[in-house]
Every structure is written in structure tokens, then in C-alpha cells.
């Protein structure tokens, strides 16, 4: 029995691993067609966005995915609860860089900065309908779900950018090629996971019990998130957004088996234990 279950976990951390990596092969490829094709300051621009993303999706989960996977026994309330607050959370942090991207674009100097940020942090809306369906996978150790999900999603939105690439939509292609894969993999989830229906429910108690696991997770995972990007927000603010690209690019492809292994082991492992 014992040796079964052992068998399994590694089972579980290979496809967790494989997950990672084959998703970023496939990226690496699209990014490396797009980049014949676009400028470098187009994938500086982006790098700079991805920065607000992903410190907008740490503040809208406010860590309650995580409480999903921890927690025994979790009842429909709860989940929904928790769906419906990090749903609630996006939608406000999407309205602050909405607001607030005017002032942010004075730091970078490029006009259509504004219009980027407004479509591009609509993302962390788009994702927050998913961060319910990600965590339960997880914690159901249903990596081969996710796997198919995000391997099907890449392919066919980087199919999708390269064709508004060629067709000389600019960065933008870039924007599409990240909602349209959040898009793909939303549909994916959906039709892949049926042992929970989304259902917008929201009670106090419940809400309280998992965000006080969650804050504290957030907190770290903030931080963690604005050391590990300070570098294009800063290059960004004093030099072109061409460099931001160069860095951004050279940095993720040296990065990119340490992160997505790195990655891959920590999803299995929390579930875990």
C-alpha cells in the first residue's frame, strides 16, 4: 500500500514537472516566432505589464486558492465563498489600475501604455474564474487535467498571436496571446472539471476562517513577486522599454528550468503534505 501510494506521488511530481516544462517549450517556440517578427520594445512593454499582473492576481486571491488545497472536508459554501471573494477582489484591483494606469504610463513615456494596462489587467478578471478550478485540481492531484488544459491553451493562442503578429498588430499581439490563453484555458477547465459548478455565494464566516490562512501567504507571496520584478519596473522607469525586453527575454529563458521545476515540485508537495 505504502509503495502504491510512493508510486504514485512520483507519478504526480513527473507530470507536475512535465506540465511546467512542456508548457514553457511550447511558449519558448511562439515567443521565439513572434520575435522575428515584433520589436523588442514590444516585449518590453509587456514585460513592465506583467509585473501589475502579477502582483494584482496575488492581492485578488488573497491567498484563499492555497486555502482551498489545505483544508479538509471543504464544503460547497466554502468553495463558492472563496470563488465569489477572489472574483470580487479582481474586479477591484482591475478598477485601481484602470484609474491609476494615467499616472503609471507618465513613468514609462510610451502612448499607448494607458490602453495596454486598461485591456491587459483585465487578465486578472480572467483569471480569477479559473483560480478556483486550478486549486481543486491540485489538491485532487489532477495534474494530467491541468497538463492538457494548459498545453491546448498555449498552443492555440500562440497560433492566434502569431497571426495578429504577421498581420502587424504590434504588442498587442502579445496582450491577445495572454488573454486569449487565460480565455482557452477558462473553457478548458470547465469542460474538464464537473465536480463543482462556479455559483456566486459569499457568507462572512466562512470567508474569515480561509483568509485568515490566506493574508499571510499573501503577504510573502507580494513581496516575493515585487523583488523578483523590481528590475524591469526599474529599468522601465529610466531607460527604453527596449531594454526592459532584452532583460525581460534573457532573463526567463535563463531562468526557465530552475522556475518551472522549481514550480512543479511545490505544487505537488503543498498538495501533499
Known sequence: MINK?????????FISIMQQNGIQLVNLVVQILLARILDPK????????????????????????LSIIKTNNLTNDEINTIFTSIVAGSIIIFLT?????????????????VSALRV???????????AVYIALLTK???????????????????????ILAVLGYGFWSLIYLHLSRLAFKLIGYFLLERDWTPKLYWNFQLFRKHILFGY????????????????PIIIGSYFNLTYVGYF??????ARIFYT??????????????
Do not use: C, H, W
Request: charged share 10%.
Open 140 to 162: 485532487k492531484l489532477k495534474f494530467k487535467v491541468q497538463l492538457k488544459v494548459e498545453l491546448i491553451s498555449t498552443i492555440l493562442a500562440g497560433i492566434l498571436s502569431y
Open 5 to 13: 501510494t510512493t508510486d504514485k506521488n512520483i507519478a504526480n511530481l
Open 216 to 231: 499571510k501567504i499573501t503577504g510573502s507571496t507580494i513581496i516575493g513577486t515585487s523583488t523578483n520584478n523590481a528590475v
Open 120 to 130: 491587459y489587467s483585465s487578465s486578472i478578471i480572467l483569471y480569477s474564474f479559473s
Open 97 to 113: 489600475l484602470f484609474f491609476l494606469a494615467p499616472i503609471l504610463a507618465v513613468f514609462y513615456r510610451v502612448d499607448t501604455f
Open 260 to 273: 518551472n521545476v522549481n514550480i512543479g515540485v511545490n505544487k505537488v508537495f503543498f498538495a501533499l503534505f
Open 42 to 65: 514590444d516585449f518590453g512593454i509587456i514585460g513592465v505589464l506583467l509585473v501589475f499582473y502579477a502582483i494584482g492576481v496575488a492581492l485578488s486571491e488573497m491567498g484563499l486558492n
Open 248 to 253: 525581460t527575454q534573457g532573463n526567463s529563458l
